[in-house]
C-alpha cells in the first residue's frame, strides 16, 4: 500500500489513528517518488508500460495505471518511449 502526505505529521496521524481506533500496528517505509501520472491509454500499450516499468506502475484504488516517477528524467523517458499513452497529473473520479 502507498500513503502519500504532505508533512511527516501526517504519516503519524494516520499512525495513531490505525493503532488506537482499528487496533492495527503500521511501519512505513520510504519510498521516493518525483511524481505520479495516471496512465490512459489501450490496453495493450497499458500492459507493455507496466511489464516494462514494473517497479513503477501501480493501481489505484479505483484500479487505475499509475506511473510513479522517481525522477523528472525518468518521466520524460517514459513519454517519450510510451507516445501513445497518456500521462494525466490528476484522473477525475465519477
Known amino acids: ?9 501526517q504519516f503519524d496521524v494516520v499512525a495513531h489513528r490505525l493503532e488506537h481506533e482499528y487496533g492495527v500496528d503500521i511501519v512505513f517505509e520510504n519510498y521516493d517518488c518525483y511524481t505520479a501520472r495516471w496512465l490512459r491509454g489501450k490496453d495493450t500499450d497499458l500492459s507493455a508500460i507496466a511489464d516494462k516499468y514494473g517497479f513503477n506502475v501501480a493501481l489505484d484504488g479505483a484500479e487505475e495505471y499509475v506511473y510513479l516517477a522517481p ?21 477525475e473520479i465519477i
Open 1 to 9: 500500500l502507498i500513503l502519500g502526505a504532505v508533512g511527516m505529521l
Open 71 to 91: 525522477n523528472r528524467v525518468n518521466l520524460q523517458m517514459a513519454q517519450e518511449r510510451y507516445p501513445d499513452i497518456e500521462f494525466l497529473e490528476t484522473r
